[in-house]
């Protein structure tokens, strides 16, 4: 297998010359400035996309629904300045990480994104299904998550997956389970201080 190309899209220049710099000398990086260039300038080398939502012209979300549609093997993480919503339970990304982003926290990004292309369809969803979870609790009050229905299908598809994964998780060491799931844990507590 070559060298692992990952493709930053990002209507700020700036931000995507910053990403691209600190990938750059690990990675085989290209760059687009909107959602029409990230079209022309996917094929089938690109192993995962970073990907901002707002764009003008074509969307993020449209970009993403054009590699899913056409059937591209390449891991997404939506990083973006739009807090999440529980319209992201219909979207096929892979991972949703919420600017301003470090660097460390873009490398851990792109390592989860490769990590996951590892893994069988069934972890993938998981892995994709459990990020959603995870940004919506960062976002979202107790109550809010509580009361909306298709999260309660959301977190009752990760408890179907999780009991069908079981014996493959039991297979997984601790530090490379750990790596997947350096999610922020919810503070709940601070969500719902209305008292």
């Known amino acids: 297998m070559g060298e692992t190309t990952i493709l930053i899209v990002d209507d700020e220049s700036a931000v995507t010359d910053v990403y691209a710099a600190h990938l750059q000398d690990e990675y085989d990086v290209r760059t687009a400035y909107d959602g029409s260039e990230a079209v022309e300038t996917l094929d089938e080398d690109v192993d995962a996309v970073l990907l901002d939502r707002r764009m003008p012209g074509m969307s993020g979300d449209e970009v993403l629904e054009h590699i899913r549609d056409e059937g591209y093997d390449c891991r997404v993480a939506m990083v973006t300045a739009v807090d999440p919503d529980f319209d992201i339970l219909d979207m ?104």
């Open 92 to 195: 096929g990304f892979d991972d949703y990480v919420v600017k301003p982003v470090s660097r460390d926290d873009l490398y851990e990004t792109v390592d989860r994104l490769l990590t996951y292309t590892s893994y069988d369809d069934t972890f993938q969803e998981y892995f994709s299904l459990v990020s959603k979870r995870a940004a919506l609790q960062t976002s979202k009050s107790q109550s809010a998550l509580e009361t909306n229905e298709e999260y309660q299908a959301l977190t009752e598809q990760i408890d179907e997956l999780e009991a069908e994964l079981d014996d493959a998780v039991m297979d997984l060491d601790e530090g490379e389970f750990g790596a997947l799931f350096r999610m922020p844990e919810p503070d709940f507590d601070s969500l719902d201080s209305t008292s």
